[in-house]
């Protein structure tokens, strides 16, 4: 049984986590958004740890294209042409943009790795993880994100993705 059940869970789960980096975000913001959640809390650091993954990919001035399989699906970040007030767009489904590296995995991986669970140096020796493009730039590509790691349980836990959830033996 592969994680996500298709290319639109794909989306609405990994998709939209991309996004929330993706433009300047506020506390008030936050609570619009996971306020009425029972799962909401505010840990101090949130919004600025948000905003400084958006503020990391936007200085790379590049166009990342994650493809999965199992199920395929395509989540492009493109930080060379942002629109007004985002450090980034993202593209889901087939981007416009010609990506400087594309990085290809499973499914499964792209959750395991977006839990924190997943060595990309050795993911990206054993196959686990292919790029097209400069590995060196994958390697860059990973300070910037890695702070998304804690964020990723949490943002599981706010869309009610218990399965997910217990996929990455997160505990409540």
Known sequence: ?????????????????????????????????????????????????????????????????????????????????????????????ESTASPDLIVTTTGDVAHQFWGGQVSVPVALLTGKIRTNGSKKKALQL????TPAFSLYPRYLELIGEDELLKQLHVRR
């Open 142 to 145: 990973l300070p910037k994100i």
């Open 1 to 93: 049984m592969t994680t996500f059940r298709d290319a639109q869970h794909v989306y609405h789960v990994i998709g939209e986590f991309m996004k929330v980096p993706s433009r300047a975000r506020t506390f008030e913001e936050l609570r619009q958004w996971w306020g009425n959640s029972p799962a909401y809390y505010e840990e101090g650091d949130e919004v600025a740890k948000i905003n400084s993954i958006g503020e990391r990919i936007r200085k790379m001035n590049m166009v990342f294209e994650f493809q999965l399989r199992e199920p395929s699906a395509v989540v492009s970040i493109d930080a060379r042409q942002p629109g007004p007030g985002e450090y980034y767009s993202v593209s889901m489904g």
